[in-house]
């Protein structure tokens, strides 16, 4: 059984910084595309950041690029998204998400492709 366990999240004002961790454990970490994604209230989820398996592709949402940082350490099977610069927009619950597509490092956007799903940490932004 794979598990993804989010954490970091938190209450800071505009500008602060936010580090969010996700660790997986049940199956080897190394297979996954892993992703980041949010939802805020009376949204659809959407994509935030991608990290190919060798990290060697990383993808963003438009909303994020400069501010957001995704990182992977695979030997301490854990998913990293450094968030600067935030602003009440950013404000979501934070879900981590792994894809288990074989043969690709390819970064998807869409979530009904991620096979495993966290629970959420809520972000909260304000101004």
């Known amino acids: 059984q794979v598990q993804l366990v989010e954490s970091g999240g938190g209450l800071v004002q505009a500008g602060s910084s936010l580090r969010l961790s996700c660790e997986v454990s049940?199956?080897?970490?190394?297979?996954?595309?892993m992703g980041w994604f949010r939802q805020s209230p009376g949204k659809e989820r959407e994509f935030v950041a991608g990290?190919?398996?060798?990290?060697?592709?990383?993808r963003y949402n438009d909303s994020v690029k400069g501010r957001f940082t995704i990182s992977r350490d695979n030997a301490k099977n854990t998913v990293t998204l450094q968030m600067n610069g935030l602003n009440p927009e950013d404000t979501a619950v934070y879900y981590c998400?792994?894809?288990?597509?074989?043969?690709?490092?390819?970064?998807?956007?869409?979530?009904?492709?991620?096979?495993?799903w966290g629970q959420g940490t809520q972000v909260t932004v304000t101004s």
């Open positions: 998400a792994a894809d288990q597509t074989p043969y690709t490092e390819f970064v998807t956007r869409l979530e009904n492709e991620y096979d495993y």
């Open positions: 990290i190919s398996r060798n990290a060697g592709t990383t």
């Open positions: 049940g199956r080897s970490f190394g297979m996954y595309i």
